[in-house]
C-alpha cells in the first residue's frame, strides 16, 4: 500500500464522502504506534532534511494536483477576477478606517496616506502576478513558496495563512453584524447575546455564523455562480461608493483641507500602517489561478487592473471626506454617515451603511473561495490530512477545504470580539506578503545545480542586509520618530544590500510576465512590509509568537512527518521525468 495515497484510476471510484483512517493519515508514519515511534526518533535528521528541500514547478502544477483526485473546472475569465478583486478587497475597511485615521493622525493628508499604503499593497501585487502567472494553482502564496523556500518556511507560513482566513473571515462577519444592527437603527450590540464569559468573549454573535454559514454554501454549490453573485453584489456596491465620491464633491469646501498636515509626515505614515488593510484580500485571486481558463493573460489583468482602479477610488473617498468635514470634526466611528447628515443627507447614512454591508458581503463570499483553495493546496502537500485536499467530482469545489475554514471561522466568530482578532490578522498578512518578495527574489536570481555556490552565498547575504536594515528602519522608527541619525545607517545598508543584488545575474527570466525593475521594486515591498509591521505594537507580535510556537509543535509530531514520508513520490516523480529526458536523447532526432 502506498504510504502517500494512491492516486491511480481506482481512486475515482471512490465516493467523496469517506471517513477512514487513510483518509486522514495515509503516510507510513502514522500505520502504527511502532512507526510513530520510530519517526519520533528521527525527528533531528527528518527536520534537516525538510530544511534544505524544494518543491518544482512541475510538482506544483501536476503531480500535487493528483491528491484532489478531481480537477477543478476552469470556468474564471478576466471579467471574473477584475470582480473578485473589487469583491475581496473593498469591504468595510474604507468606511471605517478612513475616518478615524483622518481624525487621529492624517488630518487631510489622509490621502496621502491611501496613495503610500497602495503603492506598498501593489508592490506586493507585482509578485503575485508573476507567480500566479507561471505556477497557475490554487495554493497562491503557499505553492510559490514552497518552490523557493521549502517545506520548513512554507510551513510557518502555511499556519499563518490558515490562521489570517480563520481570523479575517471571523472578524469580517462580527463587523457584518454591527453594521446590520446600524441599518436597522438599532442600539450597538442589541442583536449579540449578552453572556457572563470574559470580556473579549461575552457577546456571543450568531448573525455572524449565519452569514459565514451562508457564504460558504454558495461557494461550495459553484465558482461559476459564485461569481455572478459576487459581480452583483460588488456592482450595487460599488454604486454606493460612486454615489459617495459625487455627492461628497458636490458638498465640498475646499477650507476643509487647511491646514494640510496637521500632525506632519509621521501622521501620514502612521494612517498608512493603518489603512493599508483595507487593500488586503488580493491575494486571494492569485488561488484561483487554477481555475482560470488563460492564466496568463486573465490573472495580470485581473490582479494589477483591479487594484489599480481600487487604489484611485479609496484616494478619492479619502479627499471627499476630508473636504466635507475639518478633520477635527470628523466623527471616528461612523465618518461618512455623519459626514453626510452635516450636509442635510441624513438619509444618506443608512446607503453608506448598505454599502458597508455589501462590501462585507463579497469580501467573505470570495474569501470563502480563495481561503478553501489555499487550504486544499496545503492539505495536497500532506501539511494538514489529505482529506482537505479532494474536490467534489460535481461541483468542481474543494467542500472539505470550504468546511474546516467555515466551522473553524464561525465558532471564533460566535464567541470572540473584534479587537481580540484584529492583532492576529495584521502581523500575519504583512509576513506572508514580505515573504513573497523574498521568494521572488530568490526565484529571479537562484536555479538549483544552475547557479554557482558563490553567487548562491552572494544572494543569501544581499538578503540578510535587506531585512536587516529594513528591520532596524522599522526599530528607530518607532524608538525615535523624529529622528535621522539612525536612517542615515540603516537606509544606506538597504541601498547596499539591493545594489548588491542588482550586480548578480538573474538566472531566470519571467515566461510572460514579470515584476519590472527586480530587485529594486522586490526590496522596496520587504522594507515596506517590515516596516509596518514594526508600527502594530506589542501585543500583535506576542499574538503572533504564541501560534509560532504552536504551530511548531503540531509541526514537529505531525506535520514534519507526513511531508517526509511524502517526498519519495516527489523524487520518484522527478526521477521519472530525468529517466525520460535521457531517453528521448538516447534516441536522438
Not at 200 to 225: C, E, H, M, W, Y
Not at 544 to 552: E, Q, S
Request: glycine share 8%; proline share 4%; net charge neutral.
Amino acid at each position: 500500500m502506498s504510504s502517500t495515497g494512491d492516486t491511480s484510476g481506482e481512486i475515482q471510484h471512490k465516493s467523496y464522502w469517506r471517513f477512514s483512517k487513510q483518509d486522514f493519515l495515509p503516510e507510513e508514519s502514522f500505520q502504527s504506534w511502532g512507526n510513530y515511534r520510530s519517526a519520533l526518533s528521527e525527528t533531528c535528521f527528518r527536520f534537516k532534511d525538510r530544511l534544505i528541500s524544494r518543491s518544482d514547478d512541475v510538482n506544483e502544477i501536476g503531480e500535487l494536483r493528483k491528491q484532489s483526485e478531481n480537477e477543478m473546472k476552469r470556468c474564471l475569465t478576466w471579467w471574473d477576477l477584475t470582480w473578485f478583486g473589487f469583491g475581496s478587497v473593498v469591504g468595510a475597511g474604507i468606511f471605517v478606517l478612513t475616518g478615524q485615521e483622518a481624525h487621529e493622525h492624517a488630518g487631510p493628508a489622509i490621502v496621502l496616506s491611501y496613495v503610500a499604503s497602495g503603492v506598498s499593497a501593489m508592490l506586493s501585487v507585482f509578485c503575485y502576478t508573476e507567480f500566479a502567472v507561471e505556477v497557475p494553482v490554487a495554493g497562491g502564496s503557499f505553492a510559490y513558496l514552497r518552490i523557493e523556500l521549502g517545506d520548513y518556511v512554507v510551513f510557518i507560513t502555511a499556519g499563518n495563512i490558515l490562521l489570517e482566513s480563520i481570523a479575517g473571515s471571523a472578524a469580517v462577519a462580527r463587523a457584518w453584524t454591527s453594521y446590520f444592527t446600524n441599518l436597522l437603527n438599532r442600539p450597538s450590540n442589541s442583536l449579540r447575546i449578552h453572556t457572563n464569559l470574559a470580556e473579549g468573549f461575552n457577546l456571543l454573535d450568531p448573525i455572524a455564523v449565519g452569514v459565514l454559514v451562508i457564504a460558504a454554501t454558495i461557494a461550495i454549490i459553484s465558482t461559476r455562480k459564485t461569481s455572478l453573485i459576487n459581480w452583483i453584489a460588488t456592482a450595487l456596491n460599488t454604486a454606493v461608493i460612486l454615489f459617495v465620491i459625487i455627492a461628497g464633491f458636490a458638498h465640498a469646501n475646499t477650507s476643509n483641507l487647511k491646514p494640510f498636515l496637521p500632525f506632519g509626515a509621521k501622521g501620514i505614515f502612521q494612517a498608512a500602517a493603518i489603512v493599508y488593510f483595507a487593500y488586503g484580500g488580493f491575494d486571494n485571486i492569485a488561488t484561483m489561478a487554477e481555475e482560470t481558463k488563460n492564466p496568463s493573460r486573465d490573472i495580470p489583468i485581473g490582479l494589477l487592473g483591479s487594484m489599480s482602479i481600487i487604489t484611485v477610488i479609496y484616494c478619492l473617498m479619502a479627499l471627499t471626506l476630508s473636504m466635507m468635514q475639518k478633520y477635527t470634526e470628523i466623527d471616528k466611528g461612523a465618518a461618512y454617515s455623519v459626514a453626510f447628515q452635516s450636509v442635510g443627507m441624513n438619509w444618506a447614512r443608512y446607503l453608506v451603511a448598505l454599502g458597508a454591508l455589501k462590501g462585507m458581503t463579497t469580501v467573505l463570499l470570495v474569501g470563502a473561495l480563495g481561503q478553501a483553495r489555499y487550504t486544499t493546496h496545503i492539505a495536497r502537500a500532506h501539511m494538514i490530512p489529505p482529506w482537505f485536499a479532494l474536490v467534489h467530482p460535481k461541483t468542481g469545489t474543494p467542500i472539505n477545504a470550504t468546511l474546516l475554514i467555515t466551522i473553524s471561522s464561525a465558532l471564533i466568530a460566535f464567541f470572540s470580539s473584534l479587537d481580540v482578532l484584529a492583532s492576529l490578522l495584521s502581523v500575519s498578512t504583512l509576513f506572508i506578503f514580505m515573504m513573497m518578495a523574498v521568494a521572488l527574489l530568490v526565484r529571479r536570481y537562484h536555479v538549483r545545480e544552475i547557479t554557482p555556490q558563490t553567487n548562491l552565498l552572494k544572494l543569501v547575504l544581499f538578503l540578510l542586509i535587506i531585512i536587516a536594515s529594513s528591520m532596524g528602519t522599522s526599530a528607530y522608527w518607532g524608538w525615535n520618530p523624529n529622528g535621522w541619525v539612525g536612517y542615515a545607517v540603516t537606509i544606506p545598508f538597504w541601498f547596499l544590500g539591493t545594489i548588491g543584488l542588482s550586480m548578480l545575474p538573474q538566472q531566470r527570466e519571467p515566461k510572460v510576465w514579470g515584476v519590472p525593475l527586480v530587485p529594486w521594486l522586490p526590496s522596496l515591498s520587504i522594507a515596506i512590509n517590515i516596516f509596518l509591521m514594526g508600527s502594530l505594537g506589542a501585543e500583535a507580535f506576542e499574538r503572533f509568537g504564541i501560534c509560532t510556537v504552536l504551530m511548531l509543535i503540531y509541526y514537529v509530531f505531525f506535520g514534519l512527518h507526513a511531508t517526509y514520508d511524502m517526498a519519495p513520490l516527489h523524487r520518484k516523480v522527478q526521477s521519472t521525468e530525468v529517466n525520460n529526458e535521457d531517453m528521448i536523447g538516447r534516441k536522438g532526432p
